[in-house]
């Protein structure tokens, strides 16, 4: 198995965080330089590149450290999924050997109940 730092998607997100790292520190010197020179706006820019830089490297920990959801989980989730639209299903039956419904609302409702089984898209990474 494969370390999560070492997989192809990591070492990419490794790269961006130099390359973020590198920028944000030469934009603080920069900032620092300038306002050494009398911009006296550029202090406070030079305290918000190191924040920023800080920011990347909370951002790269968390993509990092996402987990996939997995087999038993997605599992539950079918499950549960499955057991909602059987309890949809009966709830609409016992609505309608109640009452007669109104023709528009019956289309809906079985747009409803088509849009209900078609597959979802997943989503990356789950």
């Known amino acids: 198995m494969r370390s999560k730092y070492f997989s192809l998607r990591a070492i990419g997100l490794h790269i961006a965080l130099i390359l973020w790292i590198l920028t944000c520190a030469l934009a603080a010197w920069w900032q ?9 706006l550029s202090y406070l820019y030079s305290i918000e590149w190191p924040v920023i830089g ?19 989980k997605e599992k539950a989730r079918r499950e549960y999924e499955e057991k909602m639209r059987a309890d949809a299903q ?16 019956a ?20």
């Open 90 to 105: 009966m709830a609409r039956e016992l609505a309608a050997a109640r009452e007669a419904e109104d023709p528009s609302l």
């Open 107 to 126: 289309a809906y409702n079985d747009h409803l109940a088509r849009l209900a089984q078609t597959p979802k898209k997943r989503l990356w990474g789950h």
């Open 54 to 72: 800080l920011l990347g490297v909370l951002g790269w920990y968390s993509l990092l450290n996402a987990e996939k959801v997995g087999e038993h």
């Open 32 to 40: 620092v330089g300038r306002a050494v020179q009398g911009n006296s």
